[in-house]
């Protein structure tokens, strides 16, 4: 039972495309989050979410935009692609029962 | 800012060993701590959630522990198999903040 769905696990984009990760989670949690994981670098939070049309900026928010229109979707835009955003891309959702994560996208920019 | 340590960084042992996983927080304010396991490329699993009144919280051959004002939380995998193998994270969880994750400990469980 898939509960945080990442729409893509491998994406290759060019530089300077607009790229769109799209997050959509069942679980009615009103918490949304995009984070990047790089070798050696862990987790870092790129923007968040707590309510619809609701954001916040995390630690890494340069580069990158997102948009909450309904609860369930939390999209992760990089407005102009660049080889040193190539990484892997994970969403989660949380409530009071801890974070839920999806299954990551795997984005390569060249 | 909470700061999250793990140790050890890697763990190599043989199938059918207990073993035990660390996890130190320097801020003690938190409400509940989660752990996960991550295959390579692959998202986070949850594997426990310990809520900052609790002690201990059990699923399988998994325990973890909470010593929330110590700041420090084990998980206890009993009688490891291959199928263990994958990198296990803590992520404690304060008041007015985001999760901050663990470096993680890597963990090969050898046939």
């Known amino acids: 039972d898939v509960k945080v769905t990442q729409s893509s696990r491998y994406l290759v984009k060019r530089t300077g495309e607009k790229v769109f990760l799209e997050c959509v989670q069942d679980m009615d949690h009103e918490n949304m989050f995009w984070y990047r994981q790089d070798p050696g670098l862990g987790l870092r939070l790129i923007y968040f979410s707590y309510d619809v049309k609701m954001k916040e900026k995390g630690d890494i928010p340069e580069g990158y935009s997102v948009s909450r229109e309904k609860k369930e979707r939390f999209s992760l835009i990089l407005e102009s692609a660049s080889t040193n955003q190539t990484s892997m891309y994970l969403c989660?959702?949380?409530?009071?029962?801890?974070?839920?994560f999806g299954s990551g996208t795997r984005l390569t920019v060249v | 800012k909470q700061e999250v340590t793990q140790i050890p960084a890697a763990l190599s042992v043989p199938e059918g060993e207990n073993l035990v996983l660390n996890c130190s927080f320097t801020d003690s304010a938190i409400y509940n701590l989660q752990w996960f396991r991550q295959d390579p490329g692959k998202g986070l699993t949850s594997l426990l959630l310990i809520q900052s009144s609790q002690r201990e919280q059990t699923s399988g051959r998994l325990n973890a522990s909470l010593d929330k004002s110590s700041g420090r939380s084990t998980l206890y995998i009993a009688a490891s198999q291959p199928g263990d193998s994958a990198t296990y994270l803590c992520?404690?969880?304060?008041?007015?903040?985001?999760?901050?994750f663990g470096p993680g400990t890597r963990l090969s469980v050898l046939p």
């Open positions: 992520a404690p969880n304060n008041y007015g903040q985001n999760f901050v």
């Open positions: 989660a959702s949380s409530s009071n029962d801890g974070y839920t």
